[in-house]
């Protein structure tokens, strides 16, 4: 009998595991999607959501390395205004415990950005603690 009950333990385990899993990756599409819909419309208070207050953003620009508070970056160049004129996907998300990683694509006419997102689960929510992108011209 204790076979049988500590087989049925361990399967219920792997199922709540498999589902915990399952769901922070749904949460972690949530927290990325604040950012891809707050920044496609123009709005800041969506798009920080997304975002712990000292996410890190790091790029190349004119060659050089350049490294930024993310939500000081949106702040200052996000204007209210249209619409954009772009298209976004999830590529690709990757969750293990409190630690997650997303790769996303942001399409306009000419160019693209991919983006790669670092989250950690802080105080029970998933938030974007550091940015790299690269902007990859089309054609």
Not at 44 to 51: N, V
Request: aromatic share 12%; net charge positive.
């Amino acid at each position: 009998m204790s076979k049988v009950v500590s087989s049925f333990l361990m399967c219920l385990m792997v199922g709540m595991t498999i589902y915990a899993q399952e769901t922070d990756e749904k949460l972690v599409k949530q927290t990325v999607s604040y950012y891809l819909e707050g920044g496609t419309n123009n709005d800041y208070e969506t798009l920080k959501k997304a975002f712990h207050p000292n996410a890190s953003m790091k790029f190349i620009r004119g060659g050089e390395y350049q490294e930024v508070n993310a939500l000081a970056f949106f702040k200052k160049g996000m204007k209210p205004g249209p619409k954009q004129e772009r298209q976004t996907r999830i590529i690709s998300v990757d969750v293990m415990g409190h630690a997650a990683n997303a790769k996303l694509e942001i399409e306009y006419a000419t160019f693209m950005f991919i983006d790669y997102m670092n989250l950690l689960k802080v105080d029970g929510e998933w938030k974007v603690v550091s940015k790299i992108f690269y902007r990859k011209p089309k054609g």
